[in-house]
């Protein structure tokens, strides 16, 4: 009988070491398993928004800029102010927290999330109104709503329906200044979504033009 040579073992895939930035936006995605309920539904809303307080009052090296649940999945802008390590540390306290509150609530055993959680570092503007409008429009591309802010489970809502004070969402750092936050945030996140290249004019005349093409017909 013929033997068969024994197959090679599969070579190890090294450990790809998460990129983190100090200083920096960071597009953040969680995902959940499958039979974790949909976290967009009111229960898991309020349970989010009691985890990312939490999370906000412990770590305040670290803000939220905007986030978005899906059925499966949230999306998140996260920034450190000083160290890096801090949106690591910052985000995990989130998902212990979430994870806690949903096995109880559901009374469900086991992780909630799956693996790692997925980080991008958005180094230039264009990638930050990317992202920002990747997120905002998430839903709608999706067709479960023909506005971002009519769907309830992100922070879009909140800047566009005049709510910021009892949001926990705040647009922090140099990029969003630039891009107009600083003086009118419900304003800047419009003409985002909008995709409107109306330019912005600093002080001492400087103009920038946003960086994208077009939004939503008929605007935000």
Known sequence: MKRHPRPHPKPRVPHRRRELWPWTPHHIVLTVKSDVPPLHRRTIRNLFAVGIS?????????????????????????????????????????????????????????????????????????????????????????????????????????????????????????????LGFERDPQEALRNILDGTRKPIVHRGGRQLKLPFARGLPGGV
């Not at 979430?98 to 609530?105: P, S």
């Open 54 to 178: 939490k999370t906000i009052e412990k770590y305040t090296d670290v803000s939220f800029s905007l986030g978005c649940m899906m059925r499966d999945h949230v999306h998140l802008v996260a920034q450190p102010k000083s160290d890096q390590a801090g949106i690591s540390v910052a985000v995990q306290y989130l998902c212990a927290q979430l994870a806690r509150l949903i096995n109880r609530t559901y009374t469900r055993r086991g992780p909630v999330f799956r693996d790692r959680f997925f980080s991008r570092v958005l180094r230039t503007v264009s990638e930050v109104v990317g992202v920002l409008r990747y997120i905002g429009l998430n839903p709608v591309k999706a067709g479960l709503v023909k506005r971002p802010e009519h769907w309830l489970a992100n922070g879009v809502r909140p800047y566009l329906g005049g709510y910021l004070e009892k949001s926990p969402w705040r647009f922090w750092g140099w990029i969003y200044r630039v």
